[in-house]
Each structure stands twice: as C-alpha cells, then as structure tokens.
C-alpha cells in the first residue's frame, strides 16, 4: 500500500424496494444509483470523505491524472477530488438507465436522472407504464423520493432544460 492505488467500486447499487428489484427497471431511486467507491492512496494513513456528486465516469479521467497522462477531449468525467481534482458542489451528475434501448441507436426507450446538489430530476421516456414524463425531487428534505415535486419546484424547470439539452447532444448523430 506504500506504493499502490486500490479503488473499489461497482456499476450499481442495490433497490429492493416499491416492487423493484434486480437489473429488470427503469427506476432510478438512490438506492439503485448510489454506487461504492472506496480509494486508497499510496501511503494514506486517515480517512476522508468526500461528499459532493461523483461519477463513474471520472474513475478514467482520474486514472489517467494520476499516472500524468493527459485526458482525452472525448473522455467524459473528470478527475476526482485526492487524484487530480476537486469537490465541485454545483456539479451536474446524470444518471442514465437505457437496457430497453437498441444498442447505438437514439435514446428512445430511456430513464435518465440528472442530479444537481440536493436536486434531483428525473425523466422516464418510451415506457408503457411510464409514460413520458418527469419527476423532481428534493433529497434533503425527501431522501426517500416520496413527493413529486414536479413541475411546482423553481428548480425543476431549470433542471429540465439541461436534461433536454443533454437528451439532444446525446441523440445527435454521429460525424
């Protein structure tokens, strides 16, 4: 450990809950969301935490900033607070959750999630239960996601806007 970084994560966490379970939905509560990361530096003697919105998309760029390589203009995420990077606390996290989805095709059939500090939207897109709608909620006061907020909320119209400007980028062709 004097000499090696260890980082421990996963692609998901776990939701057992309001009749939801394994990878068979298109709900994007924290539990499913929120996803271990535990980083060990060489020579770390205490621990810290780091409480701002993170990414698995910023495991690459912070990989690559600890070894000193450049990141690619492509590479999405960015280095992580301890490896080349700092907390962020208005840092926009999207979430998205497309195994209905063809591969490679426009986001169709999709939930995605946008996360901006204690806010959170959430968009359900092409699904027969689901209809294309949103959700917005606000995770200090209802960490349990149990009041819709949206569209009363001031700041669900202005997540919105982002979420649909990323839904558009996203399904923009290729050139």
């Known amino acids: 450990l004097e000499n090696s970084y260890v980082i421990f994560t996963s692609d998901h966490g776990e939701l057992f809950e ?6 068979s939905t298109p709900l994007v509560f924290e539990p499913g969301i929120r996803v271990p990361l535990v980083v060990s530096v060489p020579g770390q003697m205490s621990r810290r935490d780091v409480t701002s919105l993170t990414s ?6 912070s990989l690559l900033s600890i ?3 450049e990141v690619p203009d492509w590479c999405e995420g960015q280095a992580l607070p301890g490896l080349g990077g700092k907390e962020d606390p208005g840092r926009s996290i999207f979430v998205v959750e497309a195994k209905a989805n063809p591969a490679f095709a426009p986001l169709r059939k999709v939930t995605i999630g946008l996360l901006r500090g204690n806010y959170k939207l959430v968009h359900y897109l092409g699904y027969k239960y689901y209809p294309d709608n949103y959700e917005f909620y606000d995770l200090q006061k209802d960490p349990e996601e149990l009041q819709n907020l949206y ?3 001031p700041e669900a119209d202005v997540l919105k806007k982002e979420l649909d400007r ?6 923009r062709p290729y050139k």
């Open 67 to 69: 070894t000193g390589r």
């Open 18 to 23: 309001r009749g939801a379970s394994g990878h």
């Open 56 to 61: 698995n998309v910023d495991i690459l760029p």
């Open 151 to 153: 569209p009363d909320h």
């Open 166 to 171: 990323k839904l558009e980028d996203v399904n």
